[in-house]
């Protein structure tokens, strides 16, 4: 069935827009995009007046795998996430898969988590089992013994460069997507976080060896040590990034390093972190403005961004938070244009999907989030004015009742076809 979408205001995902646009969707794929109203060749009109649609977000940092539970910090034995017994965990997860959908994720990068369990969740959103984001699977990321990460699985540490392409290959072996190598400290090493962990040619190796298998790469980077090692090992992502410094912007600009920024997390653990008592909530209150400043700084210097909320990655960041990521980028900065690309063309270009996802045009799938209003003059539209989502041509979300006619949710019915027959 081939369907227009009508007279909405389109941002493209590259940094364009069209006013009063058509939208041409023939099944999972969008058939064309222009200005005006035609339509002729279409079983079914949707009108769209007053609204805009976006391209399905794209979020390069989440966390949905469950497991998460107490953190503990500090000096004594730390107990960390990820204990959560499995069955839990994977039920956990898929409930965050789908709320973030919900939010208008139509594609999320897993970045770190236990048992594979990103890889059966990718396999299930693929074949309509479950609602969730077309998802990039991680796996447990690489850790260096005593490293941040280390708690993902035992198995997930790697010390020297033989062991990190040992790693990286048995992670090639379990089908993830990405290669995460922790380039630096976390939140258990309280004030410090510049410190540098996994040295310069593990880094390289492991980036060096996924690239020859084709898989994209990721690094947890923190200040500008662990940043450079990583560059110039030729990472893809930095993830954070939230001590970099000019040297650090210039190699990322040099090398087309994409920064994951993951503010909204820096704002919730701050905002919301004190009434958790998260140890480290006080501590980021302190490096805030100077965190938002090197955003700023990275921003001018020209290093290209693409969207990572951190949701699930703490108990401050809640699930379905995720687009608010998109809000503190233009309070520090950004245009709301930029913002928009960033969690959508930019970030497919980031990992590779811009050929098949990230932005409005012909052949691409049809994934759209459509605003109530209009998220150039106010990013917080996105959050809080979402009204449908749409992926791969199917409606999972659809406040306003306007979708109607589009293909319904894509969870598949129950199977009929086993009964017994006497
Ligand atoms: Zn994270």
């Known amino acids: 069935m081939v369907t227009a979408l009508t007279g909405a205001h389109v941002v493209v995902g590259d940094g364009t827009d069209i006013d009063d646009a058509t939208i041409v969707l023939d099944a999972d794929r969008i058939v064309s995009v222009d200005s005006g109203r035609p339509v002729s060749g279409v079983d079914h009109v949707v009108d769209l007046e007053g609204r805009t649609v976006v391209p399905g977000l794209i979020d390069l940092h989440t966390h ?108 090639v072996h379990h089908k993830v997507d990405v290669i995460k190598v922790v380039s630096a400290d976390g939140p258990e090493t309280l004030a410090k976080w510049t410190t540098a962990q996994s040295t310069p040619e593990e880094l390289a190796a492991a ?55 993951t503010l909204g997390n820096v704002v919730d653990i701050i905002h919301k972190g004190p009434a958790l008592e998260m140890p480290w909530a006080s501590m980021m209150a302190e490096h805030e403005p100077a965190i938002f400043d090197r955003f700023s700084m990275a921003l001018e210097a020209g290093v290209k961004m693409a969207m990572g909320s951190d949701c699930g990655g703490n108990e401050a960041r809640q699930h379905g938070n995720n687009v608010d990521e998109l809000i503190a980028y233009v309070r520090f900065g950004m245009s709301a244009m930029d913002a928009i690309t960033s969690g959508t063309l930019s970030a497919a270009q980031a990992v590779w999907l811009d050929d098949d996802v990230g932005s409005l045009h012909a052949g691409k799938a049809a994934d759209l989030v459509i605003v109530d209003g209009d998220p150039l003059s106010d990013i917080g539209l996105l959050v809080s004015g979402v009204a449908g989502v749409v992926q791969a041509g199917r409606v999972v979300r659809d406040d306003l009742g306007v979708l109607e006619g589009l293909r319904p949710r894509s969870v598949s019915p129950p199977s009929t076809t086993t009964a017994i027959r006497v």
């Not at 898989?215 to 939230?242: F, K, L, P, S």
């Open 207 to 261: 980036f060096g060896e996924a690239r020859r298998l084709g898989r994209r790469t990721a690094t947890h980077a923190m200040g500008n040590e662990a940043i450079t090692n990583a560059v110039n090992g030729g990472v893809d992502t930095i993830e954070h990034g939230w001590y970099l410094t000019e040297e650090s912007c210039t190699a990322m600009v040099e090398a087309g390093t994409y920064l994951v920024p």
């Open 64 to 171: 949905m795998v469950g497991g998460d539970n107490a953190v503990g910090h500090g000096d004594e034995a730390t107990t960390f996430k990820m204990s959560d017994p499995l069955p839990k965990a994977v039920i956990d997860s898929v409930e965050a898969a789908r709320v973030t959908l919900l939010a208008g994720v139509t594609t999320a990068r897993e970045i770190g988590s236990r048992d594979y369990i990103d890889v059966y969740l990718r396999a299930a959103q693929a074949s309509g089992q479950i609602e969730a984001p077309r998802i990039l699977a991680t796996g447990p990321g690489i850790a260096m013994t005593g490293g941040h990460g280390e708690f993902w699985q035992p198995e997930a540490t790697a010390d020297g460069v033989d062991a990190i392409i040992r790693r990286v290959r048995d992670l």
